[in-house]
């Protein structure tokens, strides 16, 4: 009986070591920053009222390895701050060096705006649109 009672001991040890030995998975193990270039915005007013603004923003991220992580727009008086937040890996790992072009759409929140001329900002691309009337629902 106590030899079994061993061998069992013994398993259930091992199971554990190696268990033990297994590489940790890190949850985020991220770099962020703003390293996308913006080569170009492309505005697009969609026809509803209240009006609807998207911008088509195009570019490139610097290696294979860094992908976009988010793109915030931040209104300031009559301008739209766009902000492109990107993240790569970090450790040694291997990337292409090679430049990869990204196009996203970002909605920017213009309900309740008053008419007039706004221009949209990221890096050194600017574009403008105009609002012919207030875009707000009237009651």
């Given at each position: 009986m106590k030899k079994k009672q061993f061998i069992i001991?013994?398993?259930v040890l091992t199971v554990f070591l190696i268990s033990a030995c297994q590489p940790s998975q890190a949850t985020d193990d991220y770099t962020y920053g703003q390293n996308a270039t913006v080569e170009s915005l492309n505005i697009l007013i969609l026809e509803s009222f209240p009006v609807q603004v998207?911008?088509?923003v195009s570019g490139y991220l610097p290696d294979g390895c860094t992908e976009l992580d988010e793109i915030t727009a931040e209104r300031e008086g009559q301008e739209f701050i766009l902000t492109v937040r990107t993240r790569r890996p970090t450790g040694d790992i291997a990337c292409t060096q090679a430049l990869v072009p990204f196009e996203e759409t970002v909605v920017l929140d213009v309900e309740g705006l008053e008419a007039g001329t706004y221009t949209v900002i990221a890096q050194e691309q600017e574009a403008a649109f105009?609002?012919?009337?207030?875009?707000?629902i009237s009651d």
């Open positions: 001991l013994t398993l998207e911008v088509q105009i609002l012919e009337v207030d875009n707000e």
